[in-house]
T-cell receptor, first 117, second 113 residues
């Protein structure tokens, strides 16, 4: 069975600094998707960034980027120039490639990120 | 605006009662999902449906039931057989085919009193 592990229950970063959240996963599949979701206090799940396993290039979305190491089954999230609005729970998630449907997700337990002014 | 609507936002249930959580989407997505979130835990999949009139159990389906009579709607019933139903419930939808991620509703907080 696939699993997702986030080893950092809590992290803290100074405003404008850079922070990296860790995620490892276990799967025997070769095709899959990886995601980072943000859950602010409103509890709305917001997609931050997505990585297709077949792509070697790391995904980037503005201040958010990932370090995808397929052989090591590692998928870390880097947040640059941290802002107060980045404070939230961050969940790493895995989805098998079931005909393009990406909602059958396996989540890690999350990392609570605090941003200090 | 297109999106996913969950109702109600807060729900209270007496022990021994069944309760139904609503999830409606107007995104024309084929697939819909129900997740449960407990404190200190990630989301866990309860049920999912890839097409109308068909659905599959997720990792924690015991004590729950669903129906998918319409493409837009995927209600979740929490039955009295669910031992610990107090939790936050999230509904999501996604297209099948294409390269698009899932979209989530705003959730329902269920409390057993």
């Amino acid at each position: 069975a696939q699993t997702v592990t986030q080893s950092q229950p809590e992290m803290s970063v100074q405003e404008a600094e850079t922070v990296t959240l860790s995620c490892t996963y276990d799967t025997s599949e070769s095709d899959y998707y990886l995601f980072w979701y943000k859950q602010p206090p409103s509890r709305q799940m917001i997609l931050v960034i997505r990585q297709e396993a077949y792509k070697q290039q790391n995904a980037t979305e503005n201040r958010f980027s990932v370090n995808f190491q397929k052989a090591a089954k590692s998928f870390s999230l880097k947040i640059s120039d941290s802002q107060l609005g980045d404070a939230a729970m961050y969940f790493c998630a895995y989805s098998p490639d079931y005909g393009g449907s990406q909602g059958n997700l396996i989540f890690g337990k999350g990392t609570k990120l605090s941003v200090k002014p | 605006d297109g999106g996913i609507t969950q109702s109600p936002k807060y729900l209270f249930r007496k022990e021994g009662q069944n309760v139904t959580l609503s999830c409606e989407q107007n995104l024309n997505h084929d697939a819909m999902y129900w997740y449960r979130q407990d404190p200190g835990q990630g989301l866990r999949l309860i049920y999912y449906s890839q097409i109308v009139n068909d659905f599959q159990k997720g990792d924690i389906a015991e004590g729950y039931s669903v129906s998918r009579e319409k493409k837009e709607s995927f209600p979740l019933t929490v039955t009295s057989a669910q031992k610990n139903p107090t939790a936050f419930y999230l509904c999501a939808s996604s297209p099948t085919g294409g390269n698009t991620e899932a979209f989530f509703g705003q959730g329902t907080r269920l409390t057993v009193v």
